[in-house]
Structure formats: C-alpha cells, structure tokens
C-alpha cells in the first residue's frame, strides 16, 4: 500500500513536471479584458505605458502631446462613460484606415462605444493594449463651416455715419451810422405846450374867516384855503 501511494506520488510530480506552462492571452481574452477595462473605468493598466496613439484621436480628445498612458485613459473612459461598449474583429478596411503600426502576431480589435468606434492593437504577449486610433482621418476631420453672410447695418447706424450737416453761422453786424443828410432830414419833435402863466392877481388874507354861504376867492383866502 505505501509503494503505490509512493508510486503516485512520484507519478504525479512528474506529470506537473511534464505539463506545459500556461499559453499566452487569447484573442478572446484580450476582447474581454478590454471591455471590462472601459465598463468599469478602473482599468488603466489596459493600456501600454508607451501607448501609441494616432494623432486624429489625439485631435479628437484635446490630448496634449506629453499626455502619458493614464491620461489617455481618462480621456478615453469620458468618451465612452455611460454608453454601451462591445469588442469585436477589426474589419479590414477599419484596418487599413487605422494605420496602425505592422504586427501581423498582434490582432486588431475595433471597440464601439455609442457613435465613437476606435481601433485598438492588443499585444497578447505582455496583455495590454500598444495602439489605439481611428478608422480613418475622415472620422475627425472639422465640419466646413460656410462664412457668415454680411450683416446688414441698422438704419440708425446708417445714419449716423452720414457726414453731419455743416452749419453757417452769421456774425451779427454793426448798425451803421446815419449819414448827416439822413438826420437833417428828420422832422424836429413838437414842443411841449408851456401853460400861460395866470394873470391873475395872488390874493392874501385880509380879514377873519367868516363861513357865508357863497364864499368868494378872498373869503377862502381869509380861511386858510387856496382858490384855484
């Protein structure tokens, strides 16, 4: 009994001896490793840390040319945050607009993400992503903006670039003197009538005040009054 339990012992560790090492990543994997890495946005480590990234994508998500890996995660995560993501082959023409660099041992995925699709180079050997772009210039190329039609002035502003008007100011002028001829000419005014002087005689006070009925210029004289 101990030598077969010594025998399989024995037997055993030299099956795991013999047993070859675990493979590399598969293709499969790869695609679900992704996914999962832009589900959950708590996967930087999905990219290369030399990552290469085609420079319309770069265009496309305000990268500064110093960005590093996690940097362009980031970016990428607030690309595809909240939309569904799905992994599958890269189609050729995809490939041939990604310009992706040459590595027939390095398969090419195409990851959708609502209206955004990237192309990505997985190296299976070391599992992560080494280049990420676009399937195609054209993807990013800016709109053609046509030129504003010229805007037409307000008539207000019309007017009032209109010169204004210039205006003529008239100096008072002195008023000439009157020729000697012109002011001999002129009737003389008529005098003032002088009142002639009253002929008669200046009664004075010759006797007391006596009231009568008809009094005379010197009865009023004699009582203080002044006949006219």
Do not use: W
């Amino acid at each position: 009994m101990k030598f077969l339990f010594a025998a399989f012992v024995a037997t055993s560790q030299v099956f795991a001896q013999q047993s070859p090492p675990p493979g590399k990543t598969t293709e499969q994997q790869a695609r679900s490793y992704v996914t999962s890495a832009f589900v959950t946005g708590a996967a930087p480590m999905v990219l290369s840390e030399s990552v290469s990234v085609s420079p319309e994508l770069r265009q496309r998500l305000g990268l500064a040319p110093a960005a590093d890996s996690r940097a362009v995660y980031q970016a990428l995560v607030a690309l595809t945050a909240g939309k569904p993501v799905q992994v599958r082959p890269a189609a050729p023409d995809e490939i041939a607009k990604a310009q992706a660099p040459a590595a027939p041992e390095k398969p090419l995925f195409a990851l959708e993400s609502g209206d955004a699709t990237l192309i990505l180079q997985y190296d299976l050997e070391r599992d992560h992503v080494a280049f990420i772009g676009l399937p195609g210039a054209v993807a990013v190329a800016a709109p053609v903006v046509a030129p504003a039609p010229p805007q037409k002035l307000p008539e207000v502003a019309a007017e009032a670039a209109k010169p204004a008007p210039v205006l003529q100011v008239v100096e008072p002028q002195v008023p000439r003197a009157a020729k000697p001829a012109a002011l001999a000419a002129r009737p003389a005014p008529p005098a003032a009538a002088v009142p002639a002087p009253d002929s008669r005689p200046v009664l004075r006070k010759t006797g007391a005040c006596e009231i009568k009925p008809v009094m005379t210029d010197q009865d009023l004289v004699n009582c203080g009054a002044t006949p006219r």
